[in-house]
């Protein structure tokens, strides 16, 4: 396994998860990070990405503001703190490893993706 991300599980409203993911330093060095979700019924899309040396973030209007990402690259692990969770954040979250150095929104630019972990958010 390549990409392994955990941190997923069951939170109020108003609640907050942190999701981690570890790669493979191969993935991890010189590369951006990425976070995607997946609500049932609907296509996996955009959350947050990272640059490869932290210094550049981007994030999906949704979650902007709420959803903090990071990366440690001595331990090769990216991380997605989400604060103010809401129903509408239920999904199932994927970490992914870019092909680029700066972070990208767009799908194609990952060409390495973890097994998903579940969020779930009651109201």
């Known amino acids: 396994v390549q990409l392994q991300a955990c941190g997923g599980g069951l939170v109020q409203a108003g609640g907050s998860l942190r999701l981690s993911c570890g790669a493979s330093?191969?993935?991890?060095?010189?590369?951006?990070m990425g976070w995607f979700r997946q609500a049932p019924g609907k296509e996996r899309g955009f959350v947050a990405a990272i640059s490869w040396n932290g210094a550049a973030s981007t994030y999906a209007d949704p979650v902007k503001g709420r959803f903090t990402i990071s990366r440690d690259n001595a331990k090769n692990l990216v991380y997605l703190q989400m604060n103010s969770l809401q129903p509408e954040d239920t999904a199932v979250y994927y970490c992914?490893?870019?092909?680029?150095?700066?972070?990208?929104?767009?799908?194609?630019?990952?060409?390495?993706w973890g097994q998903g972990t579940l969020v779930t958010v009651s109201s």
């Open positions: 992914a490893g870019s092909r680029y150095a700066i972070g990208s929104a767009e799908r194609r630019a990952y060409n390495y």
């Open positions: 330093r191969r993935i991890f060095s010189n590369n951006a």
